[in-house]
C-alpha cells in the first residue's frame, strides 16, 4: 500500500513538473507574440507625439498613397493634419502619417518601427530621406512589396509637397544598393502616378 | 637446342623490364586527378579527395594547415581537439557534430578516421571553415576548389564560330592572364597561367563540328582548359591577344585533309574519340561547318546563402524555392537541345547583384531570367513579369536608348528595354494559359539586378510568399514543371518574333 502511495506521489508530481513546463513554454511563446505589439504600440505614441510637437498652422488634407498587394497599385487615402510652416517639417509629417499606417487596412509601406533618422531638402527639389537600418530588416521582401513602398513614399511626399521633384532613400546615412534586395536605391526616385490606383 | 633457348630467355628478360617501364610511365600524369584546390592571395596548395562510402573527404589537419595557423591539438582514440588561430575544434570519430568554442554544427556526413588520418566531409569547408578563419571563403557547392582570403578570380566565357574548315574558339577572360599550350594524348591543352581561375559554368554544353569537348580542370593546381578534338589530323593555332585577356583558337582541318575529302569522303574519327551529335555516322562530310555555338539563357535564382529573401507561412525560404525552380527550368531548357545554359550561383551561394550580371553580360546570353517569390497579396499562386523602370525618368528618354559605342554599366539594360518587354509579354502569354493561375500584365519595376544586364532582361516574382498567405502551391512540383514548360515555349514564341 505504501509503495502504491509513492507511485501515485510521483506520477502526480511527474504531472505537476509537466504542466509546469507546458505553461512556461505558453508563456515564453505568448510573450515573443507580444513583443511587437508593444513595439508597434510605442512607435505609435511616439509618431503622434511627433505630430502634436509640429507648430501650430493651418489644417490641410493630405493624400497619402498605400500599397494594395492585391492590386499592384497605390490606393489614396486622405488625413486632415496641421500642416508644419517649412518643407522638412512636412516631409517629417508625411512620412510619419505613412508609418502611422493606413485607416482602410492596407498594407504600411514602412515597418512600425521605422526611425526617420534625418530628412534634408536640396535647392534642385530632391528630399533625402535617412531611415534607420533596422527598419530595412523588417522590410517584407519582394519586387512588388518593395517598389510600391518606394513609390508610396514618393508619390505621397510630391503629391503634397510640391517642391519635392525627386527622393532619395539613404540608410544610416549611407547610400544602399537595395531596400531589401530588389528595388534599386541607388538612384533618385522621380513620382510615378501610373502607380496610384485610377480613378480614384 | 638449349642454346636457343637460352638465347630466347635473355631475350626475355631483356624485354619485360622494358615492357613494365613502358607500361608505368605510359599517361603517367593522367590530365584530371580526385583534389581539391584552396587558393589563398599568394598560393595554392592541392589536397586529395577521398570517397568513404558515398560522401567525398579531405583530410582535416591538412586543410586547417593550410587555411589557418594549427596552435596545437589533442588527440584521443575516438575525438580530436584542435586550436586554430583563436578557436577549438573538437570532432569525434563517426560522428556529424563538430564543436567550436562550445558550439556544435553538423555536417552532411559523419567524420571518419582513414589510415589514422582524421577525415571531414567536404560540407566542412562551406559550414566550418567561415566561422574559425578571419578570412572570408568563397566555395561554390559541387566544385573542386575554395578561395581563402582576397583572391579575386579570374572567369572567362567562350564561344565558337564557324571559319572555313574548322571552328574559331574565343575566350574572353575577366582578368589577364598568362598561357601555354601543350598536346597530350590526343587532346590540347591550354595553361591558364598561376592565378586562380573560377569558371562561370561547371560544365559546357554545345556542339560543334571540330571540339568534342571543353573541359576545365585545376585539380593539381594548374588551372587549364582541356579541348577533346572530334577527330584527329586537326590543326590548332591558338592565339592570345596584346591586352592579354582574348585568346582565339582556331582548330582546322590541315589543307591536304580538306583536298582529299572531294569528292565526299570523311576520314572516320579515330577509335574511342567522341563523335559529336551534329554528325551522324554515315553523314556526308559538312562541306560547311556546323552551325554556330547554341544561344546561352542566363537564369538568376535570386538571394541565396545569408540572404534568404522572402518567407512563408511553414519556413520556405525564397532562396530555396527560387533555386528549385531554375533547376527545373534549366533542365526544361536543355532537353530542347536548343540552349546553353548559364547559371548565376550553383549551390547556396550569394554573388552580389553586380556579380550577377557580370555573369550574364560575359556569356552574351539570348536572355536573362531572374526568379523571385514575394508578397504578392492574397490570390496565390500569382505570377508577375517584370521589365526593368528607371527610377529616376519611369519612362527612359530616346537619349538613354542610344548607348553609342561604349555601354555604361549602371544602364545598359536601357538599350534593350524594348527586347526585354517583348520577351515579357510572351513569357506573360504563356503563363496566362496556365490553369489555376493568376497571372497580371507585364509590369515594370526598379529591379536592381536588371539594370546592368546588356541583354533583353526579365524578373518572374512568385507569390505570395509571406507568412500569412498559404505558399505550398509554389513549392509543388507540378506548378514548377507547368512553368518551366511555359518558359521554354515563351522564348520560342520570342525567337520566333525576333527573327
Known sequence: ?200 | MAKLLLRRTRTLLILIPIIILVIIFWQARPLRSDNFVFYLPNASHVVPVQAIGHANYVPLLQVLNIVGKVQGLTAARDSLKVWVEDNQIEVRQDDKKVRIMKKNIKLSDPVRVDNGQWMVPLNFIEAVLPKIIREPVVYRLGSRRAFIGDVRPSSFSFRLDPIPNGSRLTLQFTNKVNIRTASRNGKWVIYLGEKPVQPLEQKFNFQDAYLANIQFDDQDGMPKLILTPSSDGLNFYPKLDDSGRTLMADMVKPAAAVAQQLPPVQAPPTPGAAVPPSIAPGAAAPAAPAGPALPVVVLDAGHGAEDSGARGENGVLEKDIVAQLVARVRNALLATNKYRIVLTRVGDVNPSLDQRAATANGARPEVFITFHAGNLGIRAPRIVVYTYQPPSSPTPSADDRSPGIFIPWATAQLSQLARSQQFAQALQEKFASLSGVTVSPPAVAPMRVLRSVNAPAVAVELGSLTTDVDSSPLTNPNFQEEISNAIVQALDDFKGRQT
Do not use: C
Request: proline share 6%.
Open chain 1, 1 to 200: 500500500m505504501t509503495r502504491r502511495a509513492g507511485v501515485i506521489a510521483l506520477a502526480i508530481l511527474l504531472a505537476v513538473l509537466a504542466a509546469g513546463f507546458v505553461y512556461l513554454h505558453l508563456l515564453t511563446r505568448r510573450a515573443k507574440l507580444e513583443a511587437p505589439q508593444h513595439g508597434e504600440e510605442v512607435a505609435r505614441t511616439q509618431l503622434r507625439e511627433a505630430a502634436l510637437q509640429s507648430p501650430t498652422g493651418p489644417t490641410q488634407n493630405i493624400t497619402l498613397y498605400f500599397p494594395s498587394d492585391d492590386e499592384g497599385l497605390l490606393v489614396p487615402e486622405t488625413r486632415q493634419i496641421t500642416w508644419a510652416t517649412n518643407d522638412t517639417d512636412r516631409i517629417h509629417q508625411v512620412l510619419l502619417a505613412l508609418i502611422d499606417g493606413s485607416y482602410q487596412g492596407l498594407r504600411r509601406p514602412l515597418p512600425p518601427s521605422t526611425e526617420l533618422r534625418a530628412a534634408f531638402l536640396s535647392s534642385d527639389g530632391t528630399a533625402y530621406l535617412d531611415f534607420s537600418s533596422s527598419a530595412l530588416a523588417l522590410f517584407t521582401p519582394g519586387i512588388q512589396s518593395e517598389t510600391l513602398a518606394v513609390y508610396s513614399i514618393v508619390n505621397s511626399l510630391a503629391a503634397n509637397i510640391p517642391s519635392v521633384k525627386k527622393v532619395r532613400i539613404l540608410v544610416q546615412g549611407q547610400e544602399v544598393e537595395t531596400l531589401n534586395g530588389h528595388a534599386d536605391l541607388g538612384e533618385d526616385y522621380a513620382p510615378d502616378p501610373t502607380r496610384n490606383k485610377p480613378g480614384s
